[in-house]
Each structure stands twice: as C-alpha cells, then as structure tokens.
C-alpha cells in the first residue's frame, strides 16, 4: 500500500473514532499522549547526562538576527552577563552563525591548542573569506602554492625569525625614511597652519609606505602605485568578503570576480616583486637587502627545493594584509586616545625631547610611550576575536565539548578588563589609563604576551610581527607628537564604532594637526 493510502486510512479511522464516541476518544488520546510524553522524558533522561559535557546556548535569539542586536547595543554587558549566568564558556548566536565563546582563564585553552585541534587561518577564513576573494580573483594567473605541514609556513617562519625585538634594528633607517616622506608629502605645514584629516586613510597609506619599503625592499617599495595598492587592499578584500558572506555561492562569485576583484592589485604586485626576485636568484641583482620576500624566496620546503619567485612575490600580500591593516587600525586609536589628553601629550613631548636622536630604538627606550601603547591595545581591543575553526571535538577543562566544524572566539575585552586576571592597578580596568603599565617590577611592555593581555595571542601561536609593530607604531606618534598638536573639533574621545558587536573601529571623528 502507497504512503498516501496509509495516511488516508488512518485520517478516516481517527474521524470515525471521534464521531462515534467523543469521550472514548478524548479519554484514549489523552492517555495516548501522557505516555508518550512520559515516554520521551525517560527517553531524554540519558541525553540530559550528555548534555552536561555541552556548552550552554545562551538563550534570547532572534529569528535572522540571532543575539546580535542585543551584543551590538552594550558588546562588554552582554558578554559579562552571560559569563555570570552560563559560565566561561557559551555559545551565541550572530545572523547565521554560531559562535563558541570562551572567557577568562578559558582562553589559554584556545589559544595554546594544537594546530590539530584548532586552526586560526580557517577560523579567519570563515569570517572573512579572504583565500576565497584572493582564488577568485586570481586563480585564472596564479594558483598560489600549497604549503606542506612538513613545510616551514613561508610567510610566518620567516617572521618569527627575523623580526625579533634585537633585530628590528635592520629596518631602522628604512622606517625613518618612508615616514618623512610621508610627512614632507602630505603633513608639509608651516608654524601654525592646521589640517583636519581622516586618520585611517592617512594612516593606511603611511604604514603601507613603511611596510613596502621594509619587506618588498627599496628597489620596488617606493613604488607609489604598489603603496597604494597595499594599502587599500585589505578595504577591497573587505568588500568582496561580504559579498561571499551574505549571498548564495555562485551568484557571489561572479558579483566579486566582475565586480569586487583584487586581480589590479596582485597584478602590480607581481610585475613589481617576480623580476626582481628573479634577478635575485640568478645573481643578476644583489641580495644585498634584508626583506620578507627574499627570505621567502630562499627559505627550502621540506623536500629541500626552493619555491619560484612567483610563489614567494604571491607570500607579499600575506605579510601586507596583516601588517598594514592591523598597525593602521591601533595606530587611530592611539591617535585618538591622544587627542583628548594634551598634558599626556606634552610628557611625551618633554621625554622625546631628551632623546640625543629620534629613531625607532630610541623611541622605545621611552617608558611613558610603551605604557601608553600597551594601554591602547589593551584598551581598544575588539570584543569578540582571534576566530578559530574546531579542526575536532575540543574538550575544555571544564569537560564540555566544543564540536568539530565549530568557530570559536575570544572575549578578549571582557578578559582585559577582569580583575581577577589583571595586576593590581590604583584605575578600574574599565577606564584609560597610561601610565598603568609604568614602573611594575614584572615585564609589562607593550610586545609582552599574558593572560591579561591577549592582543597578539598567546603561546606559540602568538603574533610573530608585534615587535616591528609596536616600534613602527611607537615611531609614528613620536614623530607626530614633535611637529604637530594634536586635537579634535569636540576636544573628547568620540565613540567607537562597532560592527556587529564583535569588531571595535576607531572613531569617525577627524584628527587636527597643527604645526608647531
């Protein structure tokens, strides 16, 4: 008998039961529905124990939405507040995704896995597709090189080994150079003329110049088209990723490959980075200069063969994705964190001004601008971060499990902000202080790692790059601070702006310099 024929059979004899004997009927449905409700409560008894090892769900979701216009309204309350109801470790819900969220001291547990339970690059992706705009982008020219586990990682291996805080020194006169070309080009004012600017479209192109000129070399990091490239790169892949994000797969694929493409840029970079690393491997051009791209293009694979100089020119916007946005992005802060503090301003004037030269290491000598620095990455630091994707089910000391496939987040403001994790500090976490970090007896500088302090990572997954940065960042303002006052129209810290309750930017308000 066909399925419709047996519902059909069973529909007349249900209708003929209640027609005949109405109270037989209610009297027998009723009893068949108490045993079958006190079947499924024996049937879940069992599941409830499992349920234990689960990581609570925070309750509240919104059809579409999830728990997002409730993080985006108050991002650290909304956190704290299900920290203290379903513990350091839940799970929330933002549109379509769900996110694990740890806290506290759960956060190691994350960020000190093993790559073979946790990854940071698939987590990233996830979020923010960016392998996905980069392959659709360019895959037709290049198909970018699959690295080995064997393999030492070609853009990370090369950082942690030769961007060490004693070895920041090589880039020294090339950071000095590229920024006072900047301020000649752009911040050229004479005594008293202001400007009012926008800091990240400054910003972005000011550290592109640095970072150009530092990893690509001065044979092509002059190369104004390939700074503005790189600079813009990371709001270009933004822009696509959203598209991959937000619609259907095929119909987002062509939108970014007709529309969205970051094929002119990874053009540039290639016609630029390919003939000279070329010419570097046959001998024709001296390697004379220290850069990641020929660290890269001389780094063995574990078979003991050398990667071509097209693979290695492709690694340049790896390095330039996560260093140009990343120190562009603390560096506004910074900026603004300043602007609404001029006696803070004028001590740093009053330390810079004792130095016998302004260079990067002498700069970082000045314990007041570290203590600043840290206190801003501190401070200014996202919500929710460091994604990582569960490569497999992840049990927390706790004895929950985080499945496999899942995507995992750090509360990385509601961390810096927890007593129990923190030094003792005469300012509440929850307020700016510069002069926090000054005159502790243990290593608080603004490139130290701790609990209390998860802006880089932790272990040694930690971000190899955050020495460079923090001395290019600190160079920035010092130079900043010696030529300009530094001021907004409000003369106050103007709010943040959120994106989804997980991203802190900086404010929109526009920076004031006016020349000494």
């Not at 001065?218 to 994000?245: D, F, P, W, Y």
Request: glycine share 6%; with cysteine; proline share 5%.
């Amino acid at each position: 008998m066909e399925s419709g024929g047996i519902l059909t059979t069973a529909s007349n004899f249900v209708l003929s039961q209640y027609v005949t004997d109405r109270r037989r009927f209610i009297l027998t449905t009723g009893s068949a529905l108490l045993a079958t409700w006190t079947l499924l409560r024996l049937l879940r008894k069992p599941k409830q124990q499992e349920a234990d090892n689960v990581v609570p769900a925070v309750s509240g979701a919104l059809p579409v939405f999830g728990h997002a216009l409730q993080i985006n309204k108050d991002p650290l309350g909304f956190i704290q507040k299900c920290k203290a109801k379903y513990g350091p470790a839940f799970s929330i819900k933002l549109i379509t995704q769900e996110l694990y969220v740890l806290t506290g001291k759960m956060i190691p547990e994350l960020l000190t896995a093993s790559r073979k339970y946790v990854s940071f690059t698939d987590g990233v992706e996830t979020v923010m597709p960016v392998e996905r705009v980069m392959r659709l982008s360019y895959e037709h020219k290049h198909v970018e090189e699959s690295v080995s586990p064997r393999d030492k990682h070609p853009i990370t291996f090369p950082i942690k080994q030769n961007f060490k805080a004693h070895q920041i020194d090589v880039f020294s006169s090339r950071i000095q150079k590229a920024f006072k070309e900047v301020l000649y080009e752009e911040l050229n004012l004479k005594s008293g003329e202001k400007i009012q600017i926008e800091p990240w479209d400054f910003l972005s192109h000011a550290i592109s110049r640095i970072s150009c000129l530092c990893f690509a070399g001065s044979r092509v990091g002059t190369n104004k088209e390939l700074v503005h490239a790189m600079a813009t790169l990371t709001q270009n892949i933004v822009k696509a990723g959203m598209m991959l994000t937000v619609l259907p797969g095929w119909i987002a694929d062509v939108l970014v490959r007709r529309y969205f493409s970051v094929e002119r840029e990874l053009d540039l970079l290639m016609e630029l980075l390919v003939p000279l690393l070329n010419g570097i491997r046959s001998g024709e051009i001296p390697d004379d200069e220290t850069t990641f791209v020929s660290m890269t293009l001389k780094l063995p694979k574990s078979d003991g063969s050398l990667r071509s100089p097209q693979d290695a020119a492709f690694h340049f916007k790896g390095v330039a994705l996560a260093s140009i946005h990343t120190t562009t992005h603390f560096t506004s802060f910074a900026l603004h964190e300043l602007a609404c503090r001029p006696q803070l301003m004028n001590e740093l004037r009053d330390e810079i001004a004792k130095l016998d030269e302004r260079t990067p290491e002498s700069i970082n000598s000045i314990a007041l601008l570290d203590s600043f620095l840290r206190e801003v990455l501190r401070y200014d630091i996202d919500n929710l971060g460091l994604h990582h994707m569960a490569l497999q089910d992840l049990v927390l000391s706790t004895g929950q499990v985080i499945p496999k496939g899942s995507l995992i987040v750090v509360a990385s403001d509601e961390a810096h902000r927890d007593p129990a994790l923190a030094l003792p500090s005469e300012k509440p976490l929850d307020e700016f202080d510069p002069y926090r970090f000054m005159n502790l007896s243990e290593d608080k500088s603004s490139s130290t790692i701790g609990l209390d302090f998860v802006s880089f990572g932790l272990g040694a997954h930690s971000c190899p790059g955050r020495y460079f940065a923090v001395t290019e960042i600190k160079y920035v303002l010092a130079e900043l601070l010696v030529r300009f006052k530094i001021s907004t129209l409000s003369g106050k810290r103007a709010p943040d702006n959120h994106m989804m309750g997980m991203v802190k930017f900086p404010p929109k308000e526009d920076i004031i310099f006016e020349a000494f």
